[in-house]
């Protein structure tokens, strides 16, 4: 998997930040004035927020080759365009270390997939263009607050709509997904608000790839779909909340 590297040290780097520094009690009287001291001891509390992200697409391919002219197709995304992430975020307050997150988010991006033809050496390229309303419904856990900082890690479940799939291309993503999520950030708290920097890995948990292609009438075209078993997205969204 090609985030596999991503998501070890994510999980390392958020694991470090919520253990006891070895130098915090030799820093324990160097307590700093808490700015908006009782925020999140309300019961709920909101914000916005706005990132970016990078899509990805993990296809299982078939080797499947076409019995009119002895083509065979294989698919790869070679590189990643950033997308722009804005939504609101509503948070509820369960215990002192875990909060409740419902996260409504549109991401704009897309995916670009190239198309190697094994036989002859051809390759073609499709953009596959996406604008996702998502509703994660994540648990956070935050470590003790220190003077103006608490890190935290979390983990949810985002269900998925893509309202820009478009007919007439070598694939055609279902509009429906729903993605695991695990993350990690810290809350800093500034005078007047508070802000958040987090960095979260999302795997898509369903077949993406439409394989009823009724919508083509180049039959020439069905080897792209015939040649995949399976797709799912990925997603690498870095998100910086205000409250």
């Known amino acids: 998997m090609k985030y596999t590297h991503y998501y070890i040290i994510g999980c390392l780097w958020a694991f470090m930040m919520l253990l006891p520094s070895p130098s915090g009690v030799a820093h324990a009287q160097k307590r700093k004035v808490m700015n908006r001291p009782y925020i999140d001891q ?3 509390h909101y914000g916005f927020l706005a990132g970016m992200h990078l899509q990805d697409i993990e296809l299982e391919q078939n080797g499947t080759i076409d019995p009119a002219n002895g083509n065979q197709w294989f698919a790869e995304t070679p590189n990643y365009e950033p997308g722009f992430s804005v939504g609101i975020l509503g948070e509820f307050f369960l215990t002192k270390n875990l909060g409740l997150r419902i996260i409504p988010t549109m991401h704009f991006g897309t995916k670009n997939v190239t198309f190697r033809n094994e036989t002859n050496g051809d390759r073609l390229y499709q953009t ?13 856990f935050s470590a003790e607050r220190f003077n103006n900082y608490r890190p935290y890690i979390m983990a949810g479940v985002t269900p998925a709509l893509d309202l820009t799939v478009k007919k007439q291309k070598q694939y055609l993503l279902r509009n429906a997904d729903v993605y695991l999520e695990a993350g990690f950030g810290c809350d800093f708290y500034l005078p007047f608000f508070k802000f958040i920097p987090e960095v979260k890995f999302m795997y898509g948990l369903s077949n993406v790839i439409n394989k009823n292609r009724s919508d083509i009438t180049d039959e020439t075209q069905l080897i792209f779909t015939q040649s995949v078993n399976r797709a799912r997205s990925k997603m690498i969204v870095f998100t910086f909340y205000f409250e």
């Open 42 to 44: 309300r019961k709920f």
């Open 128 to 140: 596959i263009k996406s604008t996702y309303i998502t509703i994660p419904v994540d648990v956070k």
